[in-house]
Nanobody, 119 residues
Framework: VRLVESGGGSVQSGGSLRLSCAVSGGTVNTACMGWFREAHGKGTEMVAQIDRYGNTTYADSVKGRFTISRDNAKNTLILEMNTLKSEDTGKFYC??????????????WGQGTLVTISS
């Protein structure tokens, strides 16, 4: 299984970015897929997850601003990020587990894409 993120970059506060995660070796709509963020000096936190049934979970800090989705035709996981804040800055990782529900640790991780928000 291989996960490759793209779409990171530098934007000003209030701006938007769209992250993509291309998946090979597994299908996105049969997995628990998620986006995780590693901020400088902090651990890795869950940002958003989607299970095989389409149920989504978001960190409180991003609710109403971020949307996780799947493009099944392209076998890609998407994270739409709007109204970005400086505290959203960090390295974003795509992760996956081929399990029934999103519980426990993720089995596969991408290399990450850097998001920098300037105020």
């Amino acid at each position: 299984v291989r996960l490759v993120e793209s779409g990171g970059g530098s934007v000003q506060s209030g701006g938007s970015l769209r992250l993509s995660c291309a998946v090979s070796g597994g299908t996105v709509n049969t997995a628990c897929m998620g986006w995780f963020r590693e901020a400088h000096g902090k651990g890795t936190e869950m940002v958003a997850q989607i299970d095989r049934y389409g149920n989504t979970t978001y960190a409180d800090s991003v609710k109403g601003r971020f949307t996780i989705s799947r493009d099944n035709a392209k076998n890609t996981l998407i994270l739409e990020m709007n109204t970005l804040k400086s505290e959203d800055t960090g390295k974003f990782y795509c992760a996956a587990s081929w399990v029934r529900y999103c519980v426990g640790d993720m089995d596969y991780w991408g290399q990450g894409t850097l998001v920098t928000i300037s105020s």
